[in-house]
């Protein structure tokens, strides 16, 4: 269920990104895209009642087994870190991009920002 | 040379880090720079594909899985090889050219930036890894692609880098599900895992993730609708990284390594990239045909000839599927890469030589050209040179990959594909032949009586990929360098299961 969830928050990025006029609104599209992986790659690692993967003393007390069952995932957990910190750098890049355009166009309509034909 | 690895993505990001610090007043130094790095590069690369064996570089001693690993082998060195020399030319283009730009040193800088991002992808054996050297190398290339900052550059970015992020959004997704499937991000691992438990419905989903991300990469029919606008906005050699290396180290590289190495051949999938790559082929040529925008035209050709390497290597991997004669099989495989670095070259080199071309009489519109033959004789010779490696003339280096390309389909019973494929070729021309009417034939125009050749730089660039383009037939004539540089990047590809058992033996060793 929350995978199901997760795919619809990334479809309705989707669409956002593919439907809409306006540059802004595009760029926010694709912005919870990037949400809706990072929260799927969250998800993946994650576990019910888990605790933190480190060990301690009375992890080794309380056994290893237990340990292996309850502890969550933390490689998910660095790919999210990485990809935010991605998703940061490319929608600074687009945001700029934007304002730029704005400037030249005197607007974020797409359908008017129309120069390249062919 | 394996402790030399990480240079090849170490040397080009440090140094492009550094350049911006040189500031306006050390603008030619920190050309220099940037050249001395791109040539390394391009030694280094050399080095590379002379070595001749899979070499496994472990960051930080860590061993894999844990760790993440760089892997030399015959495709890497041989996309390394390509890259090297497209950015060393492109480099030495750039010295001349990018003087009508204001902040050249931060161009310098982004341009290394891509060339790190390059070099990161088809080093890279952890599929994650591989994924942030890919976003280093878009991100660098939206940029580029506005660098010019007016009307039509910033539209053209904004368009490509929508559809960039979405590839890339697409291709982290896939990745996540290829992660929870098989627990492991090393390449090596989840092919082997994928091998011991076979496919199922999350795998398959992301294989399709992952064709339809790269496929936007590498601007694949039906994916195709920023290409067009990018490559003709960027500055000249930024139009030859893109369209030379750029789609092809993150599109179709990334894509055989992900269908051959870690997911396996099947039938569906060799359809799938035939059809892809036959699309891609007709549908291009017949868009540049029409168009009177140099650079555009240029750019749909990109299009159609990515669809030559598609199609060579996904009828590849048909015939293995299907369990048809190797000899046929490694021997498309063979046509698609060698087609894939002889449009490197020319490609490049045709982007260069439209550069020199708007350089010299501020226009890129065919129709406003004519007669330039007379005034700028040696651009005319290479676009001369390029034009017939394009469009498969012998004795260039395109008409040895087309007719590997032709003898493979027929022998393995694909005669339409060959009859397509020699249909394309003669399209290729002539859009090619309407280039050199255009622009180099025919009367000269009033205003453009005082255009000067292009000396320096620019033009020690293009002499040498078009001395490349001459020379590249001996590549697969001479059997030492057939077997020193292209049969190593074959077998990556027609023994693409193996590449989990290799790796993951070499890293074993180096344990012990």
Sequence with gaps: MPYALCFLLFMIGLYCAVVKKNMVKIVIGITVMEYAVNLFLIMLGYRFGGVAPIMEKDTLESGMQQFLNTSVDPLPQALVLTAIVISLGSLALMISICIRTYEKYGTFDITEIRRLKG | MIGLLPAFIALPLAVAFLLPLFGKKGKDAATIVANIVTVSLLVLAVVAVFYGQYGIYEIGKWSIPLGINLVLDGLSSFMLLAIGVVAAAAMLFSVRYMEQYTAKSKYLSLFLLM??????????????????????????????????????????????????????????????LVYG?????????????????????????????????????????????????????????????????????????????????????????????VTLGVLSMVIGVFLAVGQWD?????????????????????????????????????LAILGGLFHLVNHAVFKSLLFLMS???????????????????????????VSFVASASIAG?????????????????????????????????????????????????????????DVKENKGTMLYAMIFLACLCILMG????????????????????????????????KSQEMIL
């Design chain 2, 393 to 449: 003339v012998p004795p260039f280096n395109g008409f040895w990959s087309k007719l590997i390309l032709v003898v493979s389909a027929v022998g393995a019973g694909f005669y339409g594909l060959a009859g397509v494929t020699v249909i394309v070729s003669l399209v290729t021309l002539i859009s090619f032949l309407k280039i050199q009417r255009y622009a180099f034939l025919g009367e000269l125009p009033e205003n453009l009586q």
């Design chain 2, 115 to 176: 060339v790190a991002g390059m070099n990161g992808v088809v080093l890279s054996g952890d599929i994650f890894n591989l994924f942030v050297f890919l976003e280093i190398a878009s991100l660098a290339s939206y940029a580029l692609v506005g660098f010019g900052c007016e009307h039509e550059e910033l539209e053209a970015s904004f368009k490509y880098m929508v559809l960039g992020s979405i590839a890339s959004i697409f291709i982290l997704f896939s990745i996540g």
């Design chain 2, 294 to 330: 140099m650079k555009r035209l240029l750019a749909y050709h990109s299009i159609s000839q990515m669809g030559y390497v598609v199609m060579g290597i996904g009828l590849g991997a048909l015939i293995f599927a299907r369990g048809g004669s190797s000899v046929w099989a490694s």
């Design chain 2, 181 to 273: 499937n098989t627990g492991t991000l090393n390449m090596a691992f989840i092919s082997r895992a994928i091998q011991e438990s076979g496919m199922n419905v999350g795998l398959a989903f992301a294989l399709s993730l992952f064709i339809a991300g790269f496929g936007l990469k590498a601007a694949l029919v039906p994916f195709h609708a920023w290409l067009p606008d990018a490559h003709p906005s960027a500055p000249a050699p930024i139009s030859a990284m893109l369209s030379g290396v750029l789609i092809k180290a993150l599109g179709v590289y990334a894509l055989a390594r992900v269908v051959f190495n870690v997911f396996g051949v099947s039938v569906p999938l060799g359809w799938t990239l």
């Design chain 2, 355 to 381: 550069g020199s071309v708007e350089m010299a009489t501020g226009t890129r519109q065919l129709k406003q050209l004519g007669g330039l033959g007379t005034v700028m004789p040696a651009t005319r010779a």
């Design chain 2, 474 to 505: 001996l590549l697969v004539l001479i059997p030492g360098l057939r077997e020193a540089v292209l049969e190593p990047a074959v077998d990556v590809l027609t023994n693409g299961l193996d590449y989990s058992a290799n790796v993951i033996e």
